[in-house]
C-alpha cells in the first residue's frame, strides 16, 4: 500500500526541459517497482518507463530514449522524471505508478497525474 503524489508538470517550450517528482507515502518505497505512464488527449494511457527498487535498473519507451531519465531517491521516497529536448507530442498528463514485483506484473497504485504542455 501505497499514495503517490506528482509535481513539476507545467508549460515549457520545445526543446526545453522539465523534471517531474513522484512522493510516496509509507515506509517501505524501496520495495516497490516505480514508473511513469502518459495519457495526451484522445489518446490510450502510454507507457513510458520505470525504475527498478534499487533505482539501478531503468528501462523507457522508444519515443522517450536518449531524452527522458527516470531516477529515484529511496531516503526521500521520490522517484523523478527528468525530460529533456522535449516536443509538442510529449504533451500529456503524466502519471506515476507503483508495483511490489521487480520482473513485472501489474501496476496497482497510481497518482492523480500532472499536466506537461511543450509548446513549439
Known amino acids: 500500500q501505497v499514495q503517490l503524489v506528482e509535481s513539476g508538470g507545467g508549460l515549457v517550450q520545445a526543446g526545453g526541459s522539465l523534471r517531474l517528482s513522484c512522493a510516496a507515502s509509507?515506509?517501505?518505497?524501496?520495495?516497490?517497482?516505480m514508473g511513469w505512464f502518459r495519457q495526451a488527449p484522445g489518446k490510450e494511457r502510454e507507457f513510458v518507463g520505470r525504475?527498478?527498487?534499487?533505482?539501478?535498473?531503468?528501462y523507457y519507451t522508444d519515443s522517450v530514449k536518449g531524452r527522458f531519465t527516470i531516477s529515484r531517491d529511496n531516503a526521500k521516497n521520490t522517484v523523478y522524471l527528468q525530460m529533456t529536448s522535449l516536443k509538442p507530442e510529449d504533451t500529456a498528463v503524466y502519471y506515476c505508478?507503483?508495483?511490489?514485483?521487480?520482473?513485472?506484473?501489474?501496476?496497482?497504485?497510481w497518482g492523480q497525474g500532472t499536466q506537461v504542455t511543450v509548446s513549439s
Open positions: 509509507g515506509r517501505a518505497f524501496s520495495r516497490y517497482v
Open positions: 525504475v527498478s527498487r534499487s533505482g539501478g535498473s531503468t
Open positions: 505508478a507503483a508495483r511490489e514485483l521487480e520482473y513485472g506484473g501489474s501496476w496497482p497504485y
